[in-house]
């Protein structure tokens, strides 16, 4: 790996955050998957896994772009350990009910409205405090890369670990270990020193007219429109397959993941107790996801400073939903685990570089209100999608759902690919 791939760290800010929201994230995707068997298990049902997903849009459109132009007139530090401290809250409130046996799905529906309330201004705040760790955009590609490798790091490690703990102990013990990783991320913002103060002449105007000056900023360039686009686009149409993974490693790849699940619960000296062995094939498959966009957010990270990042984003734009259609075609739970090893990688080479490209342009004075509505779009995409997915699943099947998705998004690709040249040579 090149010498380069890490010197972010050479951040004394940067490097508290990368290793605290690291292990913070290890507990938020234990969550995420814990929290996806728990509902199918209460329901059933892929459109409640929809639902869950679409409940966490309602506090989104009001407050992503409050929440931007927080991130541009408050100091960020304090607003993410705010947020921090409410996830983790609600985080040990999962975890009470279920373990207690009183959990409901509405109990996890009122529960992921809260949560989604905090993710709306954590998340371009977050982003937006990037820059600030590392003393400007230097190293920010490099940064931004490496967020996103501890982001997937955990999204490999942290499915694993939740399959392990719901096949054990049930769900309740994920929820629990995913409130107390919160103390890693909340010490580290506790420890940053010397971070810039927000400048003063952002306050003079009103919340509103300082909310609208960040959407003006944003319809006036072409290029970030075309950004986020296609990153919308896909979290719409492409991104809704991991709201499905329950309905794939159940109804569709169950049957060919038995001796996979037999040969870690079942036979006569099998290597672990499961209480939930139906949780194991779900993380295997979030597991390999993750591990493919380590690999390709490490890439990403690895990229000389006159590398064209366009060419790289055009083709994570191609190869996401075309290997998709071909996990949707699969019904072998070895080549499914194999194809999403790739899907991870090219995700990552999408999202990520869109959103370093995104930085690189926007001025810093409207970073958070940029990044906002980045979010908003992203986010907004994908719960819907998730909505939409759910319900198309419980029609028409979930391989059809993803595939039909999964075509869009790559005609889509191919036009802003065609019709937008320019994206491909950005650097």
């Known amino acids: 790996m090149p010498s380069n791939t890490f010197r972010s760290l050479r951040h004394r800010n940067y490097r508290?955050?990368?290793?605290?929201?690291?292990?913070?994230?290890?507990?938020?995707?234990?969550?995420?998957?814990?929290?996806?068997?728990?509902?199918?298990?209460?329901?059933?049902?892929?459109?409640?896994?929809?639902?869950?997903?679409?409940?966490?849009?309602?506090?989104?459109?009001?407050?992503?772009?409050?929440?931007?132009?927080?991130?541009?007139?408050?100091?960020?530090?304090?607003?993410?350990?705010?947020?921090?401290?409410?996830?983790?809250?609600?985080?040990?409130?999962?975890?009470?009910?279920?373990?207690?046996?009183?959990?409901?799905?509405?109990?996890?529906?009122?529960?992921?409205?809260?949560?989604?309330a905090a993710q709306a201004v954590d998340m371009p705040t977050r982003q937006a405090f990037t820059v600030e760790m590392v003393e400007g955009k230097e190293d920010l590609t490099n940064a931004i890369a490496l967020n996103s490798a501890i982001f997937n790091g955990a999204r490999a490690l942290g499915p694993a670990l939740a399959g392990l703990a719901v096949a054990t102990t049930g769900e309740g013990m994920a929820f629990a270990l995913n409130g107390l990783s919160f103390v890693a991320v909340i010490l580290s913002l506790l420890l940053m020193r010397n971070l810039p103060k927000p400048d003063g002449a952002r306050r003079t105007s009103s919340l509103t007219g300082h909310m609208a000056e960040g959407a003006r900023f944003v319809a006036g360039q072409q290029a970030i429109l075309v950004l986020m686009s296609l990153v919308a686009v896909s979290a719409f149409l492409s991104m809704p397959y991991s709201t499905l993974m329950p309905v794939f490693a159940d109804r569709v790849l169950g049957e060919s993941a038995q001796p996979v699940v037999t040969f870690l619960c079942g036979g006569a000296q099998p290597l672990m107790h499961c209480q939930s062995p139906q949780a194991l094939p779900l993380g295997?498959?979030?597991t390999m996801v993750g591990i493919g966009a380590v690999t390709g957010a490490l890439l990403v990270a690895s990229l000389p400073d006159g590398a064209r990042r366009g060419r790289w984003l055009t083709a994570g734009n191609l190869a996401f939903p075309f290997l998709l259609l071909a996990f949707a075609a699969s019904r072998s739970f070895l080549l499914s685990s194999a194809v999403l090893v790739l899907v991870g990688i090219s995700f990552v080479w999408q999202n990520s570089l869109a959103n370093t490209l995104l930085q690189l342009i926007t001025p810093d004075a409207v970073r958070g209100r940029v990044m906002s509505l980045y979010t908003l779009s992203f986010q907004s995409a994908m719960r819907l999608g998730g909505l939409q997915a759910g319900l198309m699943a419980d029609r028409f099947g979930a391989s059809?759902?993803?595939?039909?998705?999964?075509?869009?998004?790559?005609?889509?690709?191919?036009?802003?690919?065609?019709?937008?040249?320019?994206?491909?040579?950005?650097?």
């Open 400 to 427: 059809l759902a993803v595939g039909l998705g999964a075509a869009i998004s790559l005609a889509y690709g191919l036009f802003i690919a065609v019709r937008f040249p320019k994206v491909r040579e950005m650097a």
């Open 284 to 286: 295997i498959l979030l």
């Open 16 to 116: 508290l955050w990368f290793f605290g929201q690291g292990f913070s994230l290890i507990g938020t995707w234990m969550q995420t998957m814990a929290q996806q068997v728990l509902v199918y298990r209460l329901t059933g049902s892929a459109a409640a896994l929809g639902t869950v997903s679409f409940i966490g849009l309602i506090p989104l459109l009001p407050l992503a772009l409050w929440g931007g132009s927080i991130a541009d007139r408050l100091p960020k530090q304090r607003v993410i350990l705010i947020t921090q401290i409410i996830m983790m809250i609600q985080a040990f409130l999962l975890a009470a009910l279920t373990l207690t046996a009183t959990v409901q799905v509405w109990h996890v529906y009122v529960l992921a409205l809260l949560l989604a």
